[in-house]
């Protein structure tokens, strides 16, 4: 089994395995996948499912019903937005791509029923020197870290904090990514499986006219205060404030599902020039 249930394998087999179901329409006995992925010739079905078994229980993703194996229905976009839970997250890091770049700092607060309920903030010893320039941005100097705990540390706390929770963050793609390189450096072949939404994308859709969609101008968009700009609580915090009311004017769009979410913060507007 996955080391923690919202962690999915991107190992090899596992992906061309998942391919293999995706054009077999979902289901493929198991026979075929053992012959196809695995390159093993097996004509009893009850040998094939035990080898097939090493797959299963690596990715909850793919399950064996009787003698095949079958892509596990994934639903989430029908997740109701007033009835989900959510984690807000923050990242500080020693740079701009992972990797070779580390985390510095985390901060992450859960939201349900539109209110913040807990939250999650450590200081992470990235093992490699912070750069001046991260320094004068972020205050995070290679001192205060010295003595925090490394990633690898509290990954097991933080994924249990994030649990199956809907992941939100500004510009969701950068903390995702290095989230999941830390954590595939700690559980090897692993990464996130928590579906995912972002305040960026969906702020342009909801506040087109504002000036930028950048942290701060959000959050002065809604009164939200943001002190220590570039930390990982307070921006994280900031965050799932304006997360809260961006909800709110989704839910007055009538826009509730995550499917739908998902599909306003991935379009691109069309701008005019003028």
């Known amino acids: 089994m996955p080391p923690y249930p919202n962690l999915i394998c991107d190992a090899l087999l596992i992906s061309e395995t998942i391919e293999f179901l995706k054009h077999r329409g979902g289901r493929a006995s198991a026979i075929s996948v053992v012959g196809s992925v695995m390159k093993i010739d097996v004509r009893e079905p009850a040998l094939a ?27 989430d976009g029908c997740l109701d937005l007033r009835n989900s839970e959510f984690v807000v997250i923050d990242l500080e890091t020693t740079g701009a ?26 200081l992470i010893n990235p093992e490699t020197e912070i750069p001046p320039f991260i320094t004068s941005l972020t205050g995070i100097n290679n001192e205060m870290v010295a003595d925090a705990p490394t ?30 390189s830390e954590i595939g450096q700690v559980y090897l072949d692993y990464r996130l499986g928590n579906p995912q939404l972002c305040t960026v994308q969906l702020s342009r859709h909801v506040l087109p006219h504002i000036e930028n969609h950048k942290l701060q101008t959000v959050a002065r968009h809604y009164d939200i205060k943001l002190e220590n700009h570039h930390r990982a609580a307070d921006d994280a915090r900031a965050t799932a404030q304006i997360f ?22 991935g379009r691109r507007r069309k701008w005019k020039t003028a």
Do not use: Q, W
């Open 151 to 180: 990633f690898r540390e509290v990954s097991g706390e933080l994924l249990e904090f994030i649990g199956g929770a809907v992941l939100v963050a500004h510009n969701a793609h950068f903390d995702v990514s290095f989230l999941n």
């Open 49 to 75: 499912c035990t080898l097939a078994e090493g797959l299963v229980d690596r990715d909850a993703r793919i399950r064996i019903d009787e003698a095949d194996v079958v892509l596990a229905a994934n639903d």
């Open 244 to 265: 809260i009311n961006l909800l709110g004017e989704l839910s007055e769009m009538g826009i509730n599902d995550l499917a739908s979410a998902r599909k306003l913060g």
């Open 97 to 122: 791509k992972a990797p070779p770049c580390k985390v510095t700092e985390i901060g992450a607060y859960r939201v349900s029923n539109g209110e913040i309920d807990a939250e999650y903030h450590s």
